[in-house]
Every structure is written in structure tokens, then in C-alpha cells.
């Protein structure tokens, strides 16, 4: 019988991992796609995108949903990979800076729940996928939605006072500012619209290995998923 977990073309490797905000999961994955020499898929950097090309337009994401999902409909998203980390374009606009900012981040996770905006951008990451087969895909849905049939599937997990200190470290090494109780605050109400939303809400897939990175080290957590998927993979990496 045919292991559900593997992806049928011999030249595909996909690694998806998953988790809630501030497990690690794009610092993780950016790394372990070095390591493996993959490409790298940063999904929530779709999300935050639209969101922010949403706001610089003027539409608000909570009362004009209809325009939200029409802009994802009529201004493609594309990565240029030829730079590192790629810069994220909607339609000709350049929206890499804007991702992290407190305004996206405080719209992005509403924006995420709207189902015409999911089914545009789950297909846009499934063309990445063909596009770019050797891949390592961050996200909340990467393994259940979009790449069911992935070659190895994670799931980071990490308490929540660990991941508020994470993501407010990030925000300081990127110059901003970083108030860690509001920032815990926001990952305690973002973790629950993220899980209890109707469409494709956050869960570990039953086929993902489950990590829990609290104690680990970032070294200790890359290091651990490149042995599993070497393990998984053999010569194929
Ligand atoms: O990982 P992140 O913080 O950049 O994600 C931003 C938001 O986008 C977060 O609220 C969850 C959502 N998201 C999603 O719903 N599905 C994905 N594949 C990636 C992110």
C-alpha cells in the first residue's frame, strides 16, 4: 500500500512545518533549508502581504472583507528568489518591509481567516510547490491543507511565555520596539482565532512529528529536524 505521507514524484522533496506564532518554525526552517540546500517558503509572509497592502490602500480588513479577498484575487504575489531571504512582491509593489510592522501583525491573523483569501493563496503555494519541488514550507496549514502528501511533515511547538520572548527578540534585533507582556498577550489571542477559525484552522497533522522547542536551543531544534529527515529521506537529500 502506498505510505499517504509521501509525494509521488522521485525529484520532490517537501518538508512542511507548522506551529503557532513564535514556536521558531521560520527561523527554523530557514535554517534546516540551508542545511538541506532546499528552498525556503515563508506562508505567513503571504498573509501578512495582503494585509498590509490591504491597509496602505486604505481597506480596512475588518469591515470591507469583500475588497480584501478581490485585491488577493486581482494582485498575483510572487517571491524573487534570486534574492536571500526573498522579497515579497503584491502585484509591482515591494511589501518586505511592511511585513513585521504592528499594524500588519495586529490585521494579518483576521485577513488569514477569510475563506476567498485562503483559496487564492493556498493555490498560489501549491504552484510554488511545483515550481520549486525541493522546498521546506512554513506555515499553519503547510502539512494538513496544502502539501497533504509532503515527504516529512513537523509540527513546532513551544510554551507561550518561551515564544513571547522569541518574537519580542526578534522585533528588538530588527530595531523595533517590543513590549513583551502585550506581545504574549497578542500570541495567547492570536493562537486561539488561528485554532478555533472555520477554514483550515491550525492543527498538527496526524502524520507530523510533533517537537516541542521550549528547552531546545535554535542549533538544537535545526539539528534535530535535519537528522529526521534525513533519516526519513536517505540519498535523497
Ligand atoms: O507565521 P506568521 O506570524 O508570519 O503568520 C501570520 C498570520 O498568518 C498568523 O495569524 C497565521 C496566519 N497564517 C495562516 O493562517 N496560514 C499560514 N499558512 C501561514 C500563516
Known amino acids: ?42 506562508t505567513g509572509a503571504m498573509y501578512r502581504g495582503l494585509t498590509a497592502r490591504a491597509l496602505d490602500r486604505g481597506i480596512h480588513p ?14 498575483p504575489m510572487r517571491f524573487d528568489w534570486q534574492t536571500d531571504p526573498p522579497r515579497l512582491y503584491v502585484g509591482d509593489i515591494d511589501v518586505t518591509d511592511r511585513l513585521r510592522d504592528a499594524d500588519v501583525t495586529g490585521f494579518v491573523s483576521p485577513v488569514s481567516a477569510l475563506a476567498g483569501v485562503r483559496q487564492v493563496l493556498v493555490e498560489a503555494q501549491r504552484r510554488i510547490g511545483r515550481e520549486h519541488p525541493r522546498l521546506v514550507t512554513e506555515g499553519r496549514d503547510q502539512g494538513s491543507v496544502v502539501f497533504p502528501k509532503a515527504n516529512v511533515k513537523f509540527y513546532l511547538d513551544a510554551n507561550t511565555q518561551v515564544r513571547a520572548k522569541r518574537r519580542a527578540n526578534q522585533l528588538k534585533e530588527a530595531g523595533k520596539h517590543a513590549d513583551l507582556e502585550q506581545i504574549r498577550q497578542q500570541i495567547v489571542e492570536r493562537d486561539h482565532r488561528d485554532s478555533t477559525r472555520q477554514v483550515a484552522p491550525l492543527i498538527c497533522p496526524e502524520d507530523a512529528q510533533h517537537i516541542d522547542t521550549s528547552d531546545m536551543s535554535l542549533q538544537e531544534v535545526v539539528d534535530l529536524l535535519a537528522r529526521r529527515v534525513a533519516e526519513r529521506m536517505g540519498a535523497r537529500v
Open 62 to 75: 475588518l469591515d470591507e472583507e469583500y475588497a480584501v479577498v478581490e485585491l488577493a484575487r486581482h494582485q
Open 1 to 42: 500500500m502506498s505510505d499517504p505521507a509521501k509525494t509521488d514524484s522521485t525529484d520532490q522533496l517537501i518538508v512542511t512545518i507548522d506551529g503557532p506564532a513564535g514556536s521558531g518554525k521560520s527561523t527554523v526552517a530557514r535554517l534546516l533549508a540551508k542545511r538541506l540546500n532546499l528552498e525556503f517558503l515563508d
